[in-house]
């Protein structure tokens, strides 16, 4: 069973920061787009950034400029640097991952992690 593991959440002070990682484990044939999303209360979950498996990497307008996206394929792993942070960005961060199995290769499908909260606060 594949599985996407978030770390790296916690309470910070505004212009603080944080770095979030996020761990494929399981069998799987290789690893499409990777995301990361935020829910903050109250308001629907949206991307924050998302970067493709050369590297490619694409950011929401409110976060850009503060936030970076990298991966480690060799150690199926996703990061988001987050700089410069604001209250407003406290939420819980999602990981989202497109998968391609070994069973069916080529037949992807997305899994999520389990969220971690990031907390904005002085």
């Known amino acids: 069973q594949v599985q996407l593991v978030e770390s790296g959440g916690g309470l910070v002070q505004p212009g603080g920061s944080l770095r979030l990682s996020c761990a494929v484990s399981g069998m799987i044939f290789r690893i499409g787009a990777m995301g990361w999303y935020r829910q903050a209360p109250g308001k629907q979950r949206e991307l924050v950034a998302d970067i493709s498996s050369g590297g490619s990497t694409n950011y929401a307008d409110s976060v850009k400029g503060r936030f970076n996206s990298s991966r480690d394929n060799a150690k199926n792993t996703v990061y988001l640097q987050m700089n410069s942070l604001k209250p407003e960005d406290t939420a819980v961060y999602y990981c989202?991952?497109?998968?391609?199995?070994?069973?069916?290769?080529?037949?992807?499908?997305?899994?999520w992690g389990q969220g971690t909260q990031v907390t904005v606060s002085s």
């Open positions: 989202n991952a497109k998968i391609f199995p070994i069973a069916t290769p080529t037949r992807p499908y997305d899994v």
